[in-house]
């Protein structure tokens, strides 16, 4: 039997009123769990969309992450070998041990560890946003955050940070085709020379303890040591800030919600928990093939196709949440997958958790007038098939004259 014809994902996405996906992603999952569709770059994939077949799809072992069961070879982006060996691209084998070396930075004590640090980084951020007249979360104060904690981790020079996370913007949002290529070209070289300048003088930090683990146990192979400096910081950085600004603006439009979590910080891991649900950058799950043929929603998919798992999607299948679309901090069952799921569940949740507490607490705490610059200006967002996050959010963080609290 021939595979359905291909619909196309970039013009379905597209035609959403302001660059919303959601109202695609309702109208493909109420006609079907599964569909076969064409990327941007020609790619033929099978998207499901479904929260059970997603959740069940992350943690099915004949859904292989290693592009060797690509039976056709995959055709599209792929990172190089040096920066693809990582925690995201290898099956449970590798996994597991690779694991293994990155979780000493990721225990719960050492995330406790760096929580004044991450406060004194929230409150220093905050300083200038008092400063200015009509600041940018996004740029001053959702990036610098994590960006500054996540480089303190790996032990990269302050004066690196900004041009790492331009690149893996470029990247996962570029302008043109050929950004892509430069942006992976220049965190590749970024990266070896890091590796090479903490090689030649070890630190307390975590990449030093990946390079002793690489040079002297041999328990890494160069392209793996790399591929986990990538990912740490890109996981690190790239996600935690577009939850950030993604939450804050959620929170910004339900001022109601927002009231209550200024007067009961106490809702805060809930809110959290919500904010993730609602608001993942993190359109799809990484491409995965099938070892044998297999049947996801009633629909066969061949061995070695290519199938992503619409995260975005499944997030708000009214099947799995009820009202998926309206956005509250008191929801009960609010078990997301924005951070995994299974063998693959995000080591660095603990502390992605605990930078976005401590954001939200922050503002809360030092601007409890704070409130969109212009509310009835639409938001700018960067987006594409992969990623959707904001590129910038004017507020003010001082109240009106008779101090009374917006909304």
Same mark, same amino acid.
């Given at each position: 039997?021939?595979?359905?014809?291909?619909?196309?994902l970039?013009?379905?996405?597209?035609a959403?009123?302001?660059?919303?996906?959601?109202?695609?992603?309702?109208?493909?999952r109420?006609?079907?769990?599964?569909?076969?569709?064409?990327l941007?770059d020609?790619?033929?994939?099978w998207?499901v969309?479904?929260?059970?077949?997603?959740?069940?799809?992350?943690?099915?072992?004949?859904?292989?992450?290693?592009?060797?069961?690509?039976?056709?070879?995959?055709?599209?982006?792929?990172?190089?070998?040096?920066?693809?060996?990582n925690?995201?691209?290898?099956?449970?084998?590798?996994?597991?041990?690779?694991?293994?070396?990155?979780?000493?930075?990721?225990?719960?004590?050492?995330?406790?560890?760096?929580?004044?640090?991450?406060?004194?980084?929230?409150?220093?951020?905050?300083?200038?946003?008092a400063?200015?007249?009509?600041?940018?979360?996004v740029?001053d104060?959702?990036?610098?955050?994590?960006?500054?904690v996540?480089?303190?981790?790996?032990?990269?020079?302050?004066?690196?940070?900004?041009?790492?996370?331009?690149?893996?913007?470029?990247?996962?949002?570029?302008?043109?085709?050929?950004?892509?290529?430069e942006?992976?070209?220049?965190?590749?070289?970024?990266?070896?020379?890091l590796?090479?300048?903490?090689?030649?003088?070890?630190?307390?930090?975590?990449?030093?303890?990946?390079?002793?683990?690489?040079?002297?146990?041999?328990?890494?192979?160069?392209?793996?040591?790399?591929?986990?400096?990538?990912?740490?910081?890109?996981?690190?950085?790239?996600?935690?800030?577009?939850?950030?600004?993604?939450?804050?603006?959620?929170?910004?439009?339900?001022?109601?919600?927002?009231?209550?979590?200024?007067?009961?910080h106490?809702?805060?891991p809930?809110?959290?928990? $919500?904010?993730?649900r609602?608001?993942?950058?993190?359109q799809?799950?990484?491409?995965?093939?099938?070892?044998?043929?297999?049947?996801?929603? *009633?629909t066969?998919?061949?061995?070695?196709?290519?199938v992503?798992?619409?995260?975005?999607?499944?997030?708000?299948?009214?099947n799995?949440?009820? $009202?998926?679309?309206?956005?509250?901090?008191?929801?009960?069952?609010?078990?997301?997958?924005?951070?995994?799921?299974?063998?693959?569940?995000?080591l660095?949740?603990?502390?992605?958790?605990?930078q976005?507490?401590?954001a939200?607490?922050?503002?809360?705490?030092?601007?409890?007038?704070?409130?969109?610059?212009?509310?009835? $200006?639409?938001?700018?967002?960067r987006?594409?098939?992969?990623?959707?996050?904001l590129?910038?959010?004017?507020?003010t963080?001082?109240?009106?004259?008779?101090?009374?609290?917006? *909304?």
């Amino acid at each position: 039997m021939s595979a359905p014809p291909a619909l196309d994902l970039a013009q379905l996405l597209d035609a959403a009123p302001g660059a919303d996906p959601y109202p695609a992603y309702a109208r493909l999952r109420a006609e079907a769990p599964v569909h076969r569709v064409a990327l941007p770059d020609g790619s033929l994939i099978w998207l499901v969309l479904r929260e059970a077949d997603v959740r069940a799809g992350l943690t099915d072992p004949r859904l292989s992450l290693n592009r060797r069961h690509s039976g056709a070879g995959y055709k599209g982006f792929s990172l190089p070998a040096a920066l693809d060996a990582n925690l995201l691209n290898i099956d449970p084998a590798d996994h597991l041990r690779l694991r293994h070396l990155v979780a000493q930075g990721f225990t719960p004590r050492h995330v406790e560890d760096l929580r004044q640090r991450i406060q004194v980084t929230a409150d220093r951020l905050a300083d200038r946003l008092a400063a200015e007249a009509a600041p940018d979360l996004v740029g001053d104060f959702a990036t610098p955050l994590p960006l500054t904690v996540i480089g303190d981790l790996l032990g990269v020079a302050t004066a690196d940070r900004g041009d790492f996370s331009g690149w893996v913007t470029a990247m996962i949002t570029p302008e043109h085709p050929g950004q892509i290529a430069e942006a992976v070209d220049s965190i590749h070289r970024f990266l070896l020379r890091l590796v090479a300048t903490r090689r030649a003088a070890l630190q307390d930090d975590l990449l030093s303890a990946l390079i002793a683990a690489r040079d002297e146990d041999d328990r890494l192979s160069e392209d793996e040591l790399v591929s986990l400096a990538f990912l740490i910081l890109m996981a690190g950085v790239e996600n935690a800030q577009h939850v950030i600004s993604g939450g804050l603006l959620a929170l910004l439009n339900h001022p109601g919600q927002f009231a209550e979590l200024r007067a009961d910080h106490g809702l805060l891991p809930d809110a959290v928990e $919500e904010i993730l649900r609602f608001t993942v950058p993190g359109q799809m799950a990484i491409r995965r093939f099938p070892t044998e043929q297999i049947d996801i929603g *009633g629909t066969a998919i061949p061995t070695g196709d290519t199938v992503m798992l619409c995260l975005a999607s499944a997030h708000r299948d009214p099947n799995r949440y009820p $009202e998926p679309d309206r956005f509250d901090i008191h929801r009960t069952d609010n078990a997301h997958l924005a951070l995994g799921h299974g063998v693959h569940y995000c080591l660095g949740a603990p502390l992605a958790r605990l930078q976005i507490q401590t954001a939200i607490s922050t503002l809360m705490r030092r601007f409890p007038h704070l409130a969109l610059a212009d509310p009835h $200006e639409e938001p700018r967002w960067r987006s594409s098939w992969r990623s959707r996050s904001l590129a910038q959010l004017r507020v003010t963080v001082t109240g009106p004259p008779d101090g009374q609290l917006p *909304g």
